[in-house]
């Protein structure tokens, strides 16, 4: 069974400050992998992907290291709104098994 | 372009009560899945569809039928309803190793 970890926090972290978080995938043949964020009682929207050179978009920045499988998401100037849970996601394709998830990791920023 | 779309939103059940939620998708995916969402858990796949025509149990399967009715629907029933499947559900689609896309999602509660 292809196992996606994270740390489920929560990390408390202070307004403006930097936060990042590890994703670790069992299966060293994965693809294509992604960061989605999760707000309270509402469904996962996709952040952003991630790809095999790393990849920023504002104050988020996604890495991926292949040869330790993990996956990192960077947060910086952290703000309020940023407050969610990030879920870990891998997508090999090709149905039920192809498509992973992390349990998430719960974001709270503080003011 | 309306992506994935799930009714109803909110549903309330009495025990052995049987009912159907819907999912739609407009983006010509080819994958899709059901899951569920309980609180301090990950989601948890029910069944998902890897194209038209063709289903397969996931990680929760019982209690739970689907049918794929099209490229486009992929429906969830619940025949016997039993409190135990209180949860959140989610419809999910994607196509190959590309990112997923969810419903809004619906809150069943089985009294």
């Known amino acids: 069974r292809k196992e996606v970890e994270q740390d489920p926090g929560p990390f408390n972290v202070p307004e403006g400050a930097t936060v990042a978080f590890n994703c670790t995938y069992s299966?060293?043949?994965?693809?294509?992998f992604f960061w989605y964020r999760q707000d309270c009682r509402k469904e996962p929207k996709l952040l952003m992907s991630?790809?095999?050179s790393g990849n920023e978009d504002g104050r988020f920045t996604a890495q991926l290291n292949r040869a330790s499988q993990y996956i990192s998401l960077l947060i910086r100037d952290s703000k309020l709104s940023d407050s969610a849970t990030y879920l870990c996601v891998v997508n090999e394709g090709g149905g039920a098994d192809g498509l992973t998830f992390g349990k998430g990791t719960h974001l709270i920023i503080q003011p | 372009n309306a992506g994935v779309t799930q009714t109803p939103k909110f549903q309330v059940l009495k025990t052995g009560q049987s009912m159907t939620l819907q999912c739609a998708q407009d983006m010509n995916h080819n994958s899709m899945y059901w899951y569920r969402q309980d609180p301090g858990m990950g989601l948890r796949l029910i069944y998902y569809?890897?194209?038209?025509?063709?289903?397969d149990k996931g990680e929760v399967p019982n209690g739970y039928n689907v049918s794929r009715l099209n490229k486009r629907e992929f429906s969830l029933r619940l025949e016997s309803a039993a409190p135990s499947q209180t949860s959140v559900y989610f419809c999910?689609?994607?196509?190959?190793?590309?990112?997923?896309?969810f419903g809004q999602g619906t809150r069943l509660t089985v009294v």
């Open positions: 299966n060293s043949a994965s693809q294509s």
């Open positions: 999910a689609s994607s196509e190959g190793d590309n990112e997923a896309f």
């Open positions: 991630v790809y095999s």
């Open positions: 569809s890897a194209s038209e025509g063709t289903t």
